[in-house]
């Protein structure tokens, strides 16, 4: 069982940044991929960025390649999200997710465990 809490959201005005931690608990943090995923008020849930168990391997959603980045520090069972030049559409309730795979995952559906979600509001 892994429990995942989020942090770092804020209002905050274009062209600004954030800082998203995601604190899991449990031993085996360091064996699980981690994910990002934002959803918009009537939109449906979106990859934002992934990163395996490693650190390794990153994949970044088409909208945030090049302003967002992921890393994880397993020593702290914390993964984040920094997100720079961000925009008026990047408003969203941002969720971390944890997956007990090897692999990148980009998807929803290979994610096991989910956080309650932080709301990140960039205003014009």
């Known amino acids: 069982q892994v429990q995942l809490v989020e942090s770092g959201g804020g209002l905050v005005q274009a062209g600004g940044s954030l800082r998203l931690s995601c604190a899991a608990s449990?031993?085996?943090?360091?064996?699980?991929?981690m994910g990002w995923f934002r959803q918009a008020p009537g939109k449906e849930r979106e990859f934002v960025a992934a990163?395996?168990?490693?650190?390794?391997?990153?994949d970044y959603g088409d909208s945030v390649r090049g302003r967002f980045t992921i890393s994880r520090d397993n020593a702290k069972n914390t993964v984040y999200l920094q997100m720079n030049s961000l925009k008026p559409e990047d408003t969203a309730v941002y969720y971390c997710?944890?997956?007990?795979?090897?692999?990148?995952?980009?998807?929803?559906?290979?994610?096991?465990?989910w956080g309650q979600g932080t709301q990140v509001t960039v205003s014009s």
């Open positions: 997710a944890a997956g007990a795979t090897l692999w990148l995952v980009t998807g929803t559906h290979g994610y096991d465990y």
């Open positions: 449990g031993r085996t943090f360091s064996s699980y991929a």
């Open positions: 990163i395996t168990w490693s650190g390794d391997s990153r």
